[in-house]
């Protein structure tokens, strides 16, 4: 097998950006952070808008072959309702889509904004049409959550990201399990931002939901980089023991994707790049990322190299 390189991995696609505010079928401001699921032979691609309220909901966009010729749901497919859940006041954001096996529906962890800051919401579908709200899960300030696909030990599990006032201790992935989906506890943190210069230093979360793959559960992360001339989002890998994912395996030490393209450095927040989905097509994996907080581009890597990548990457330090 050849050997990977992390910069090697990732692949823009050349039709890039796949998709922007000007594709919209309705005026909005930008269109980001996806994310993406295959239904029905289908790449179904959950995207947040932000109207020029400056508000964010969630629009679908189906395509057949994950690049071209999308067809985006004529008006909003889910928008916030204060009315119902005042946790989403100020907007929904950076949907997370799993399939619960347990369940057969599909569970959209996502942001809520409410008036005490973001928090993490979820919401149920079969049909990416009508959705059920669980309601919201974690209290301020958390974001940067998905679900697992399975149950470990009969419970559900899933990856978020509070931030603690606690001065200095940094912004973690941490991992929780609920009997219900509803009520979860047995928090902990799972991966460490790193500290000092690194890339991942201080604050970190994840990306798109944890994949399964025969190596254990792949987990795409976002590492925020604070310089003087504001933050660097860029992306690494991790990989979770595949029966206990409370045991991180690997994680890499270098940024596996970071921003590079003009339309990466330039948009709403400059020198972004945020996916919030992948989709596993013939041992491709797809990734989906919003780009400069304004629109929505795709870059992809063989499955094999990504784990062959990882297969010589250190364990995290214990
Ligand atoms: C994060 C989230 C993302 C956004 C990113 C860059 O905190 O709010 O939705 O893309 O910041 O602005």
Known sequence: MKKARSHLLFQRHPNNPILSAEDWPY??????????????????????????TGISHLCTARSNDGVRNWRINPKPSLLPSPETHPEEMWGIE?????????????????T????????????????????????????????????????????????????????????HIWISFSPNLKHWGDHRILIH??????????????????????????????????????????????????ADPTKVAKRSEQWVFGPQEPYEICGDVGNVVFPCGWIVHDGEVRMYYGAADKCIAMASAPMNDILAFLGECAPPPS
């Open 94 to 110: 950076d949907p997370r889509i799993t399939w619960l096996e347990d369940l057969a529906k599909w569970a959209i962890a996502y």
């Open 27 to 52: 005026p909005v401001n930008s269109v980001f952070n996806p994310g993406a699921a295959m239904v029905g032979g289908e790449h179904m691609l959950v995207a947040r808008v932000e109207d020029k």
């Open 193 to 242: 931002a790193r500290r000092g210069s690194w890339w991942d230093a201080n604050k970190i979360g994840l990306s798109a939901p944890p994949l399964d793959t025969p190596e254990g559960w792949l987990i795409l992360y976002h590492g925020v980089r604070e310089t003087a001339g504001g933050c660097i989002y860029r992306l690494g890998l991790a990989l979770l023991d595949r």
């Open 112 to 171: 809520a904004y409410s008036e005490a800051g973001p928090m993490v919401s979820l919401a149920l579908t079969e049909d990416f049409i009508n959705f059920k709200r669980v309601g919201p899960i974690m209290p301020p300030e958390n974001k940067d959550s998905a679900l697992f696909p399975v149950k470990f030990g009969g419970r559900f599990a899933m990856l978020h990201r509070p931030v603690s006032a606690f001065a200095g201790i940094g912004k």
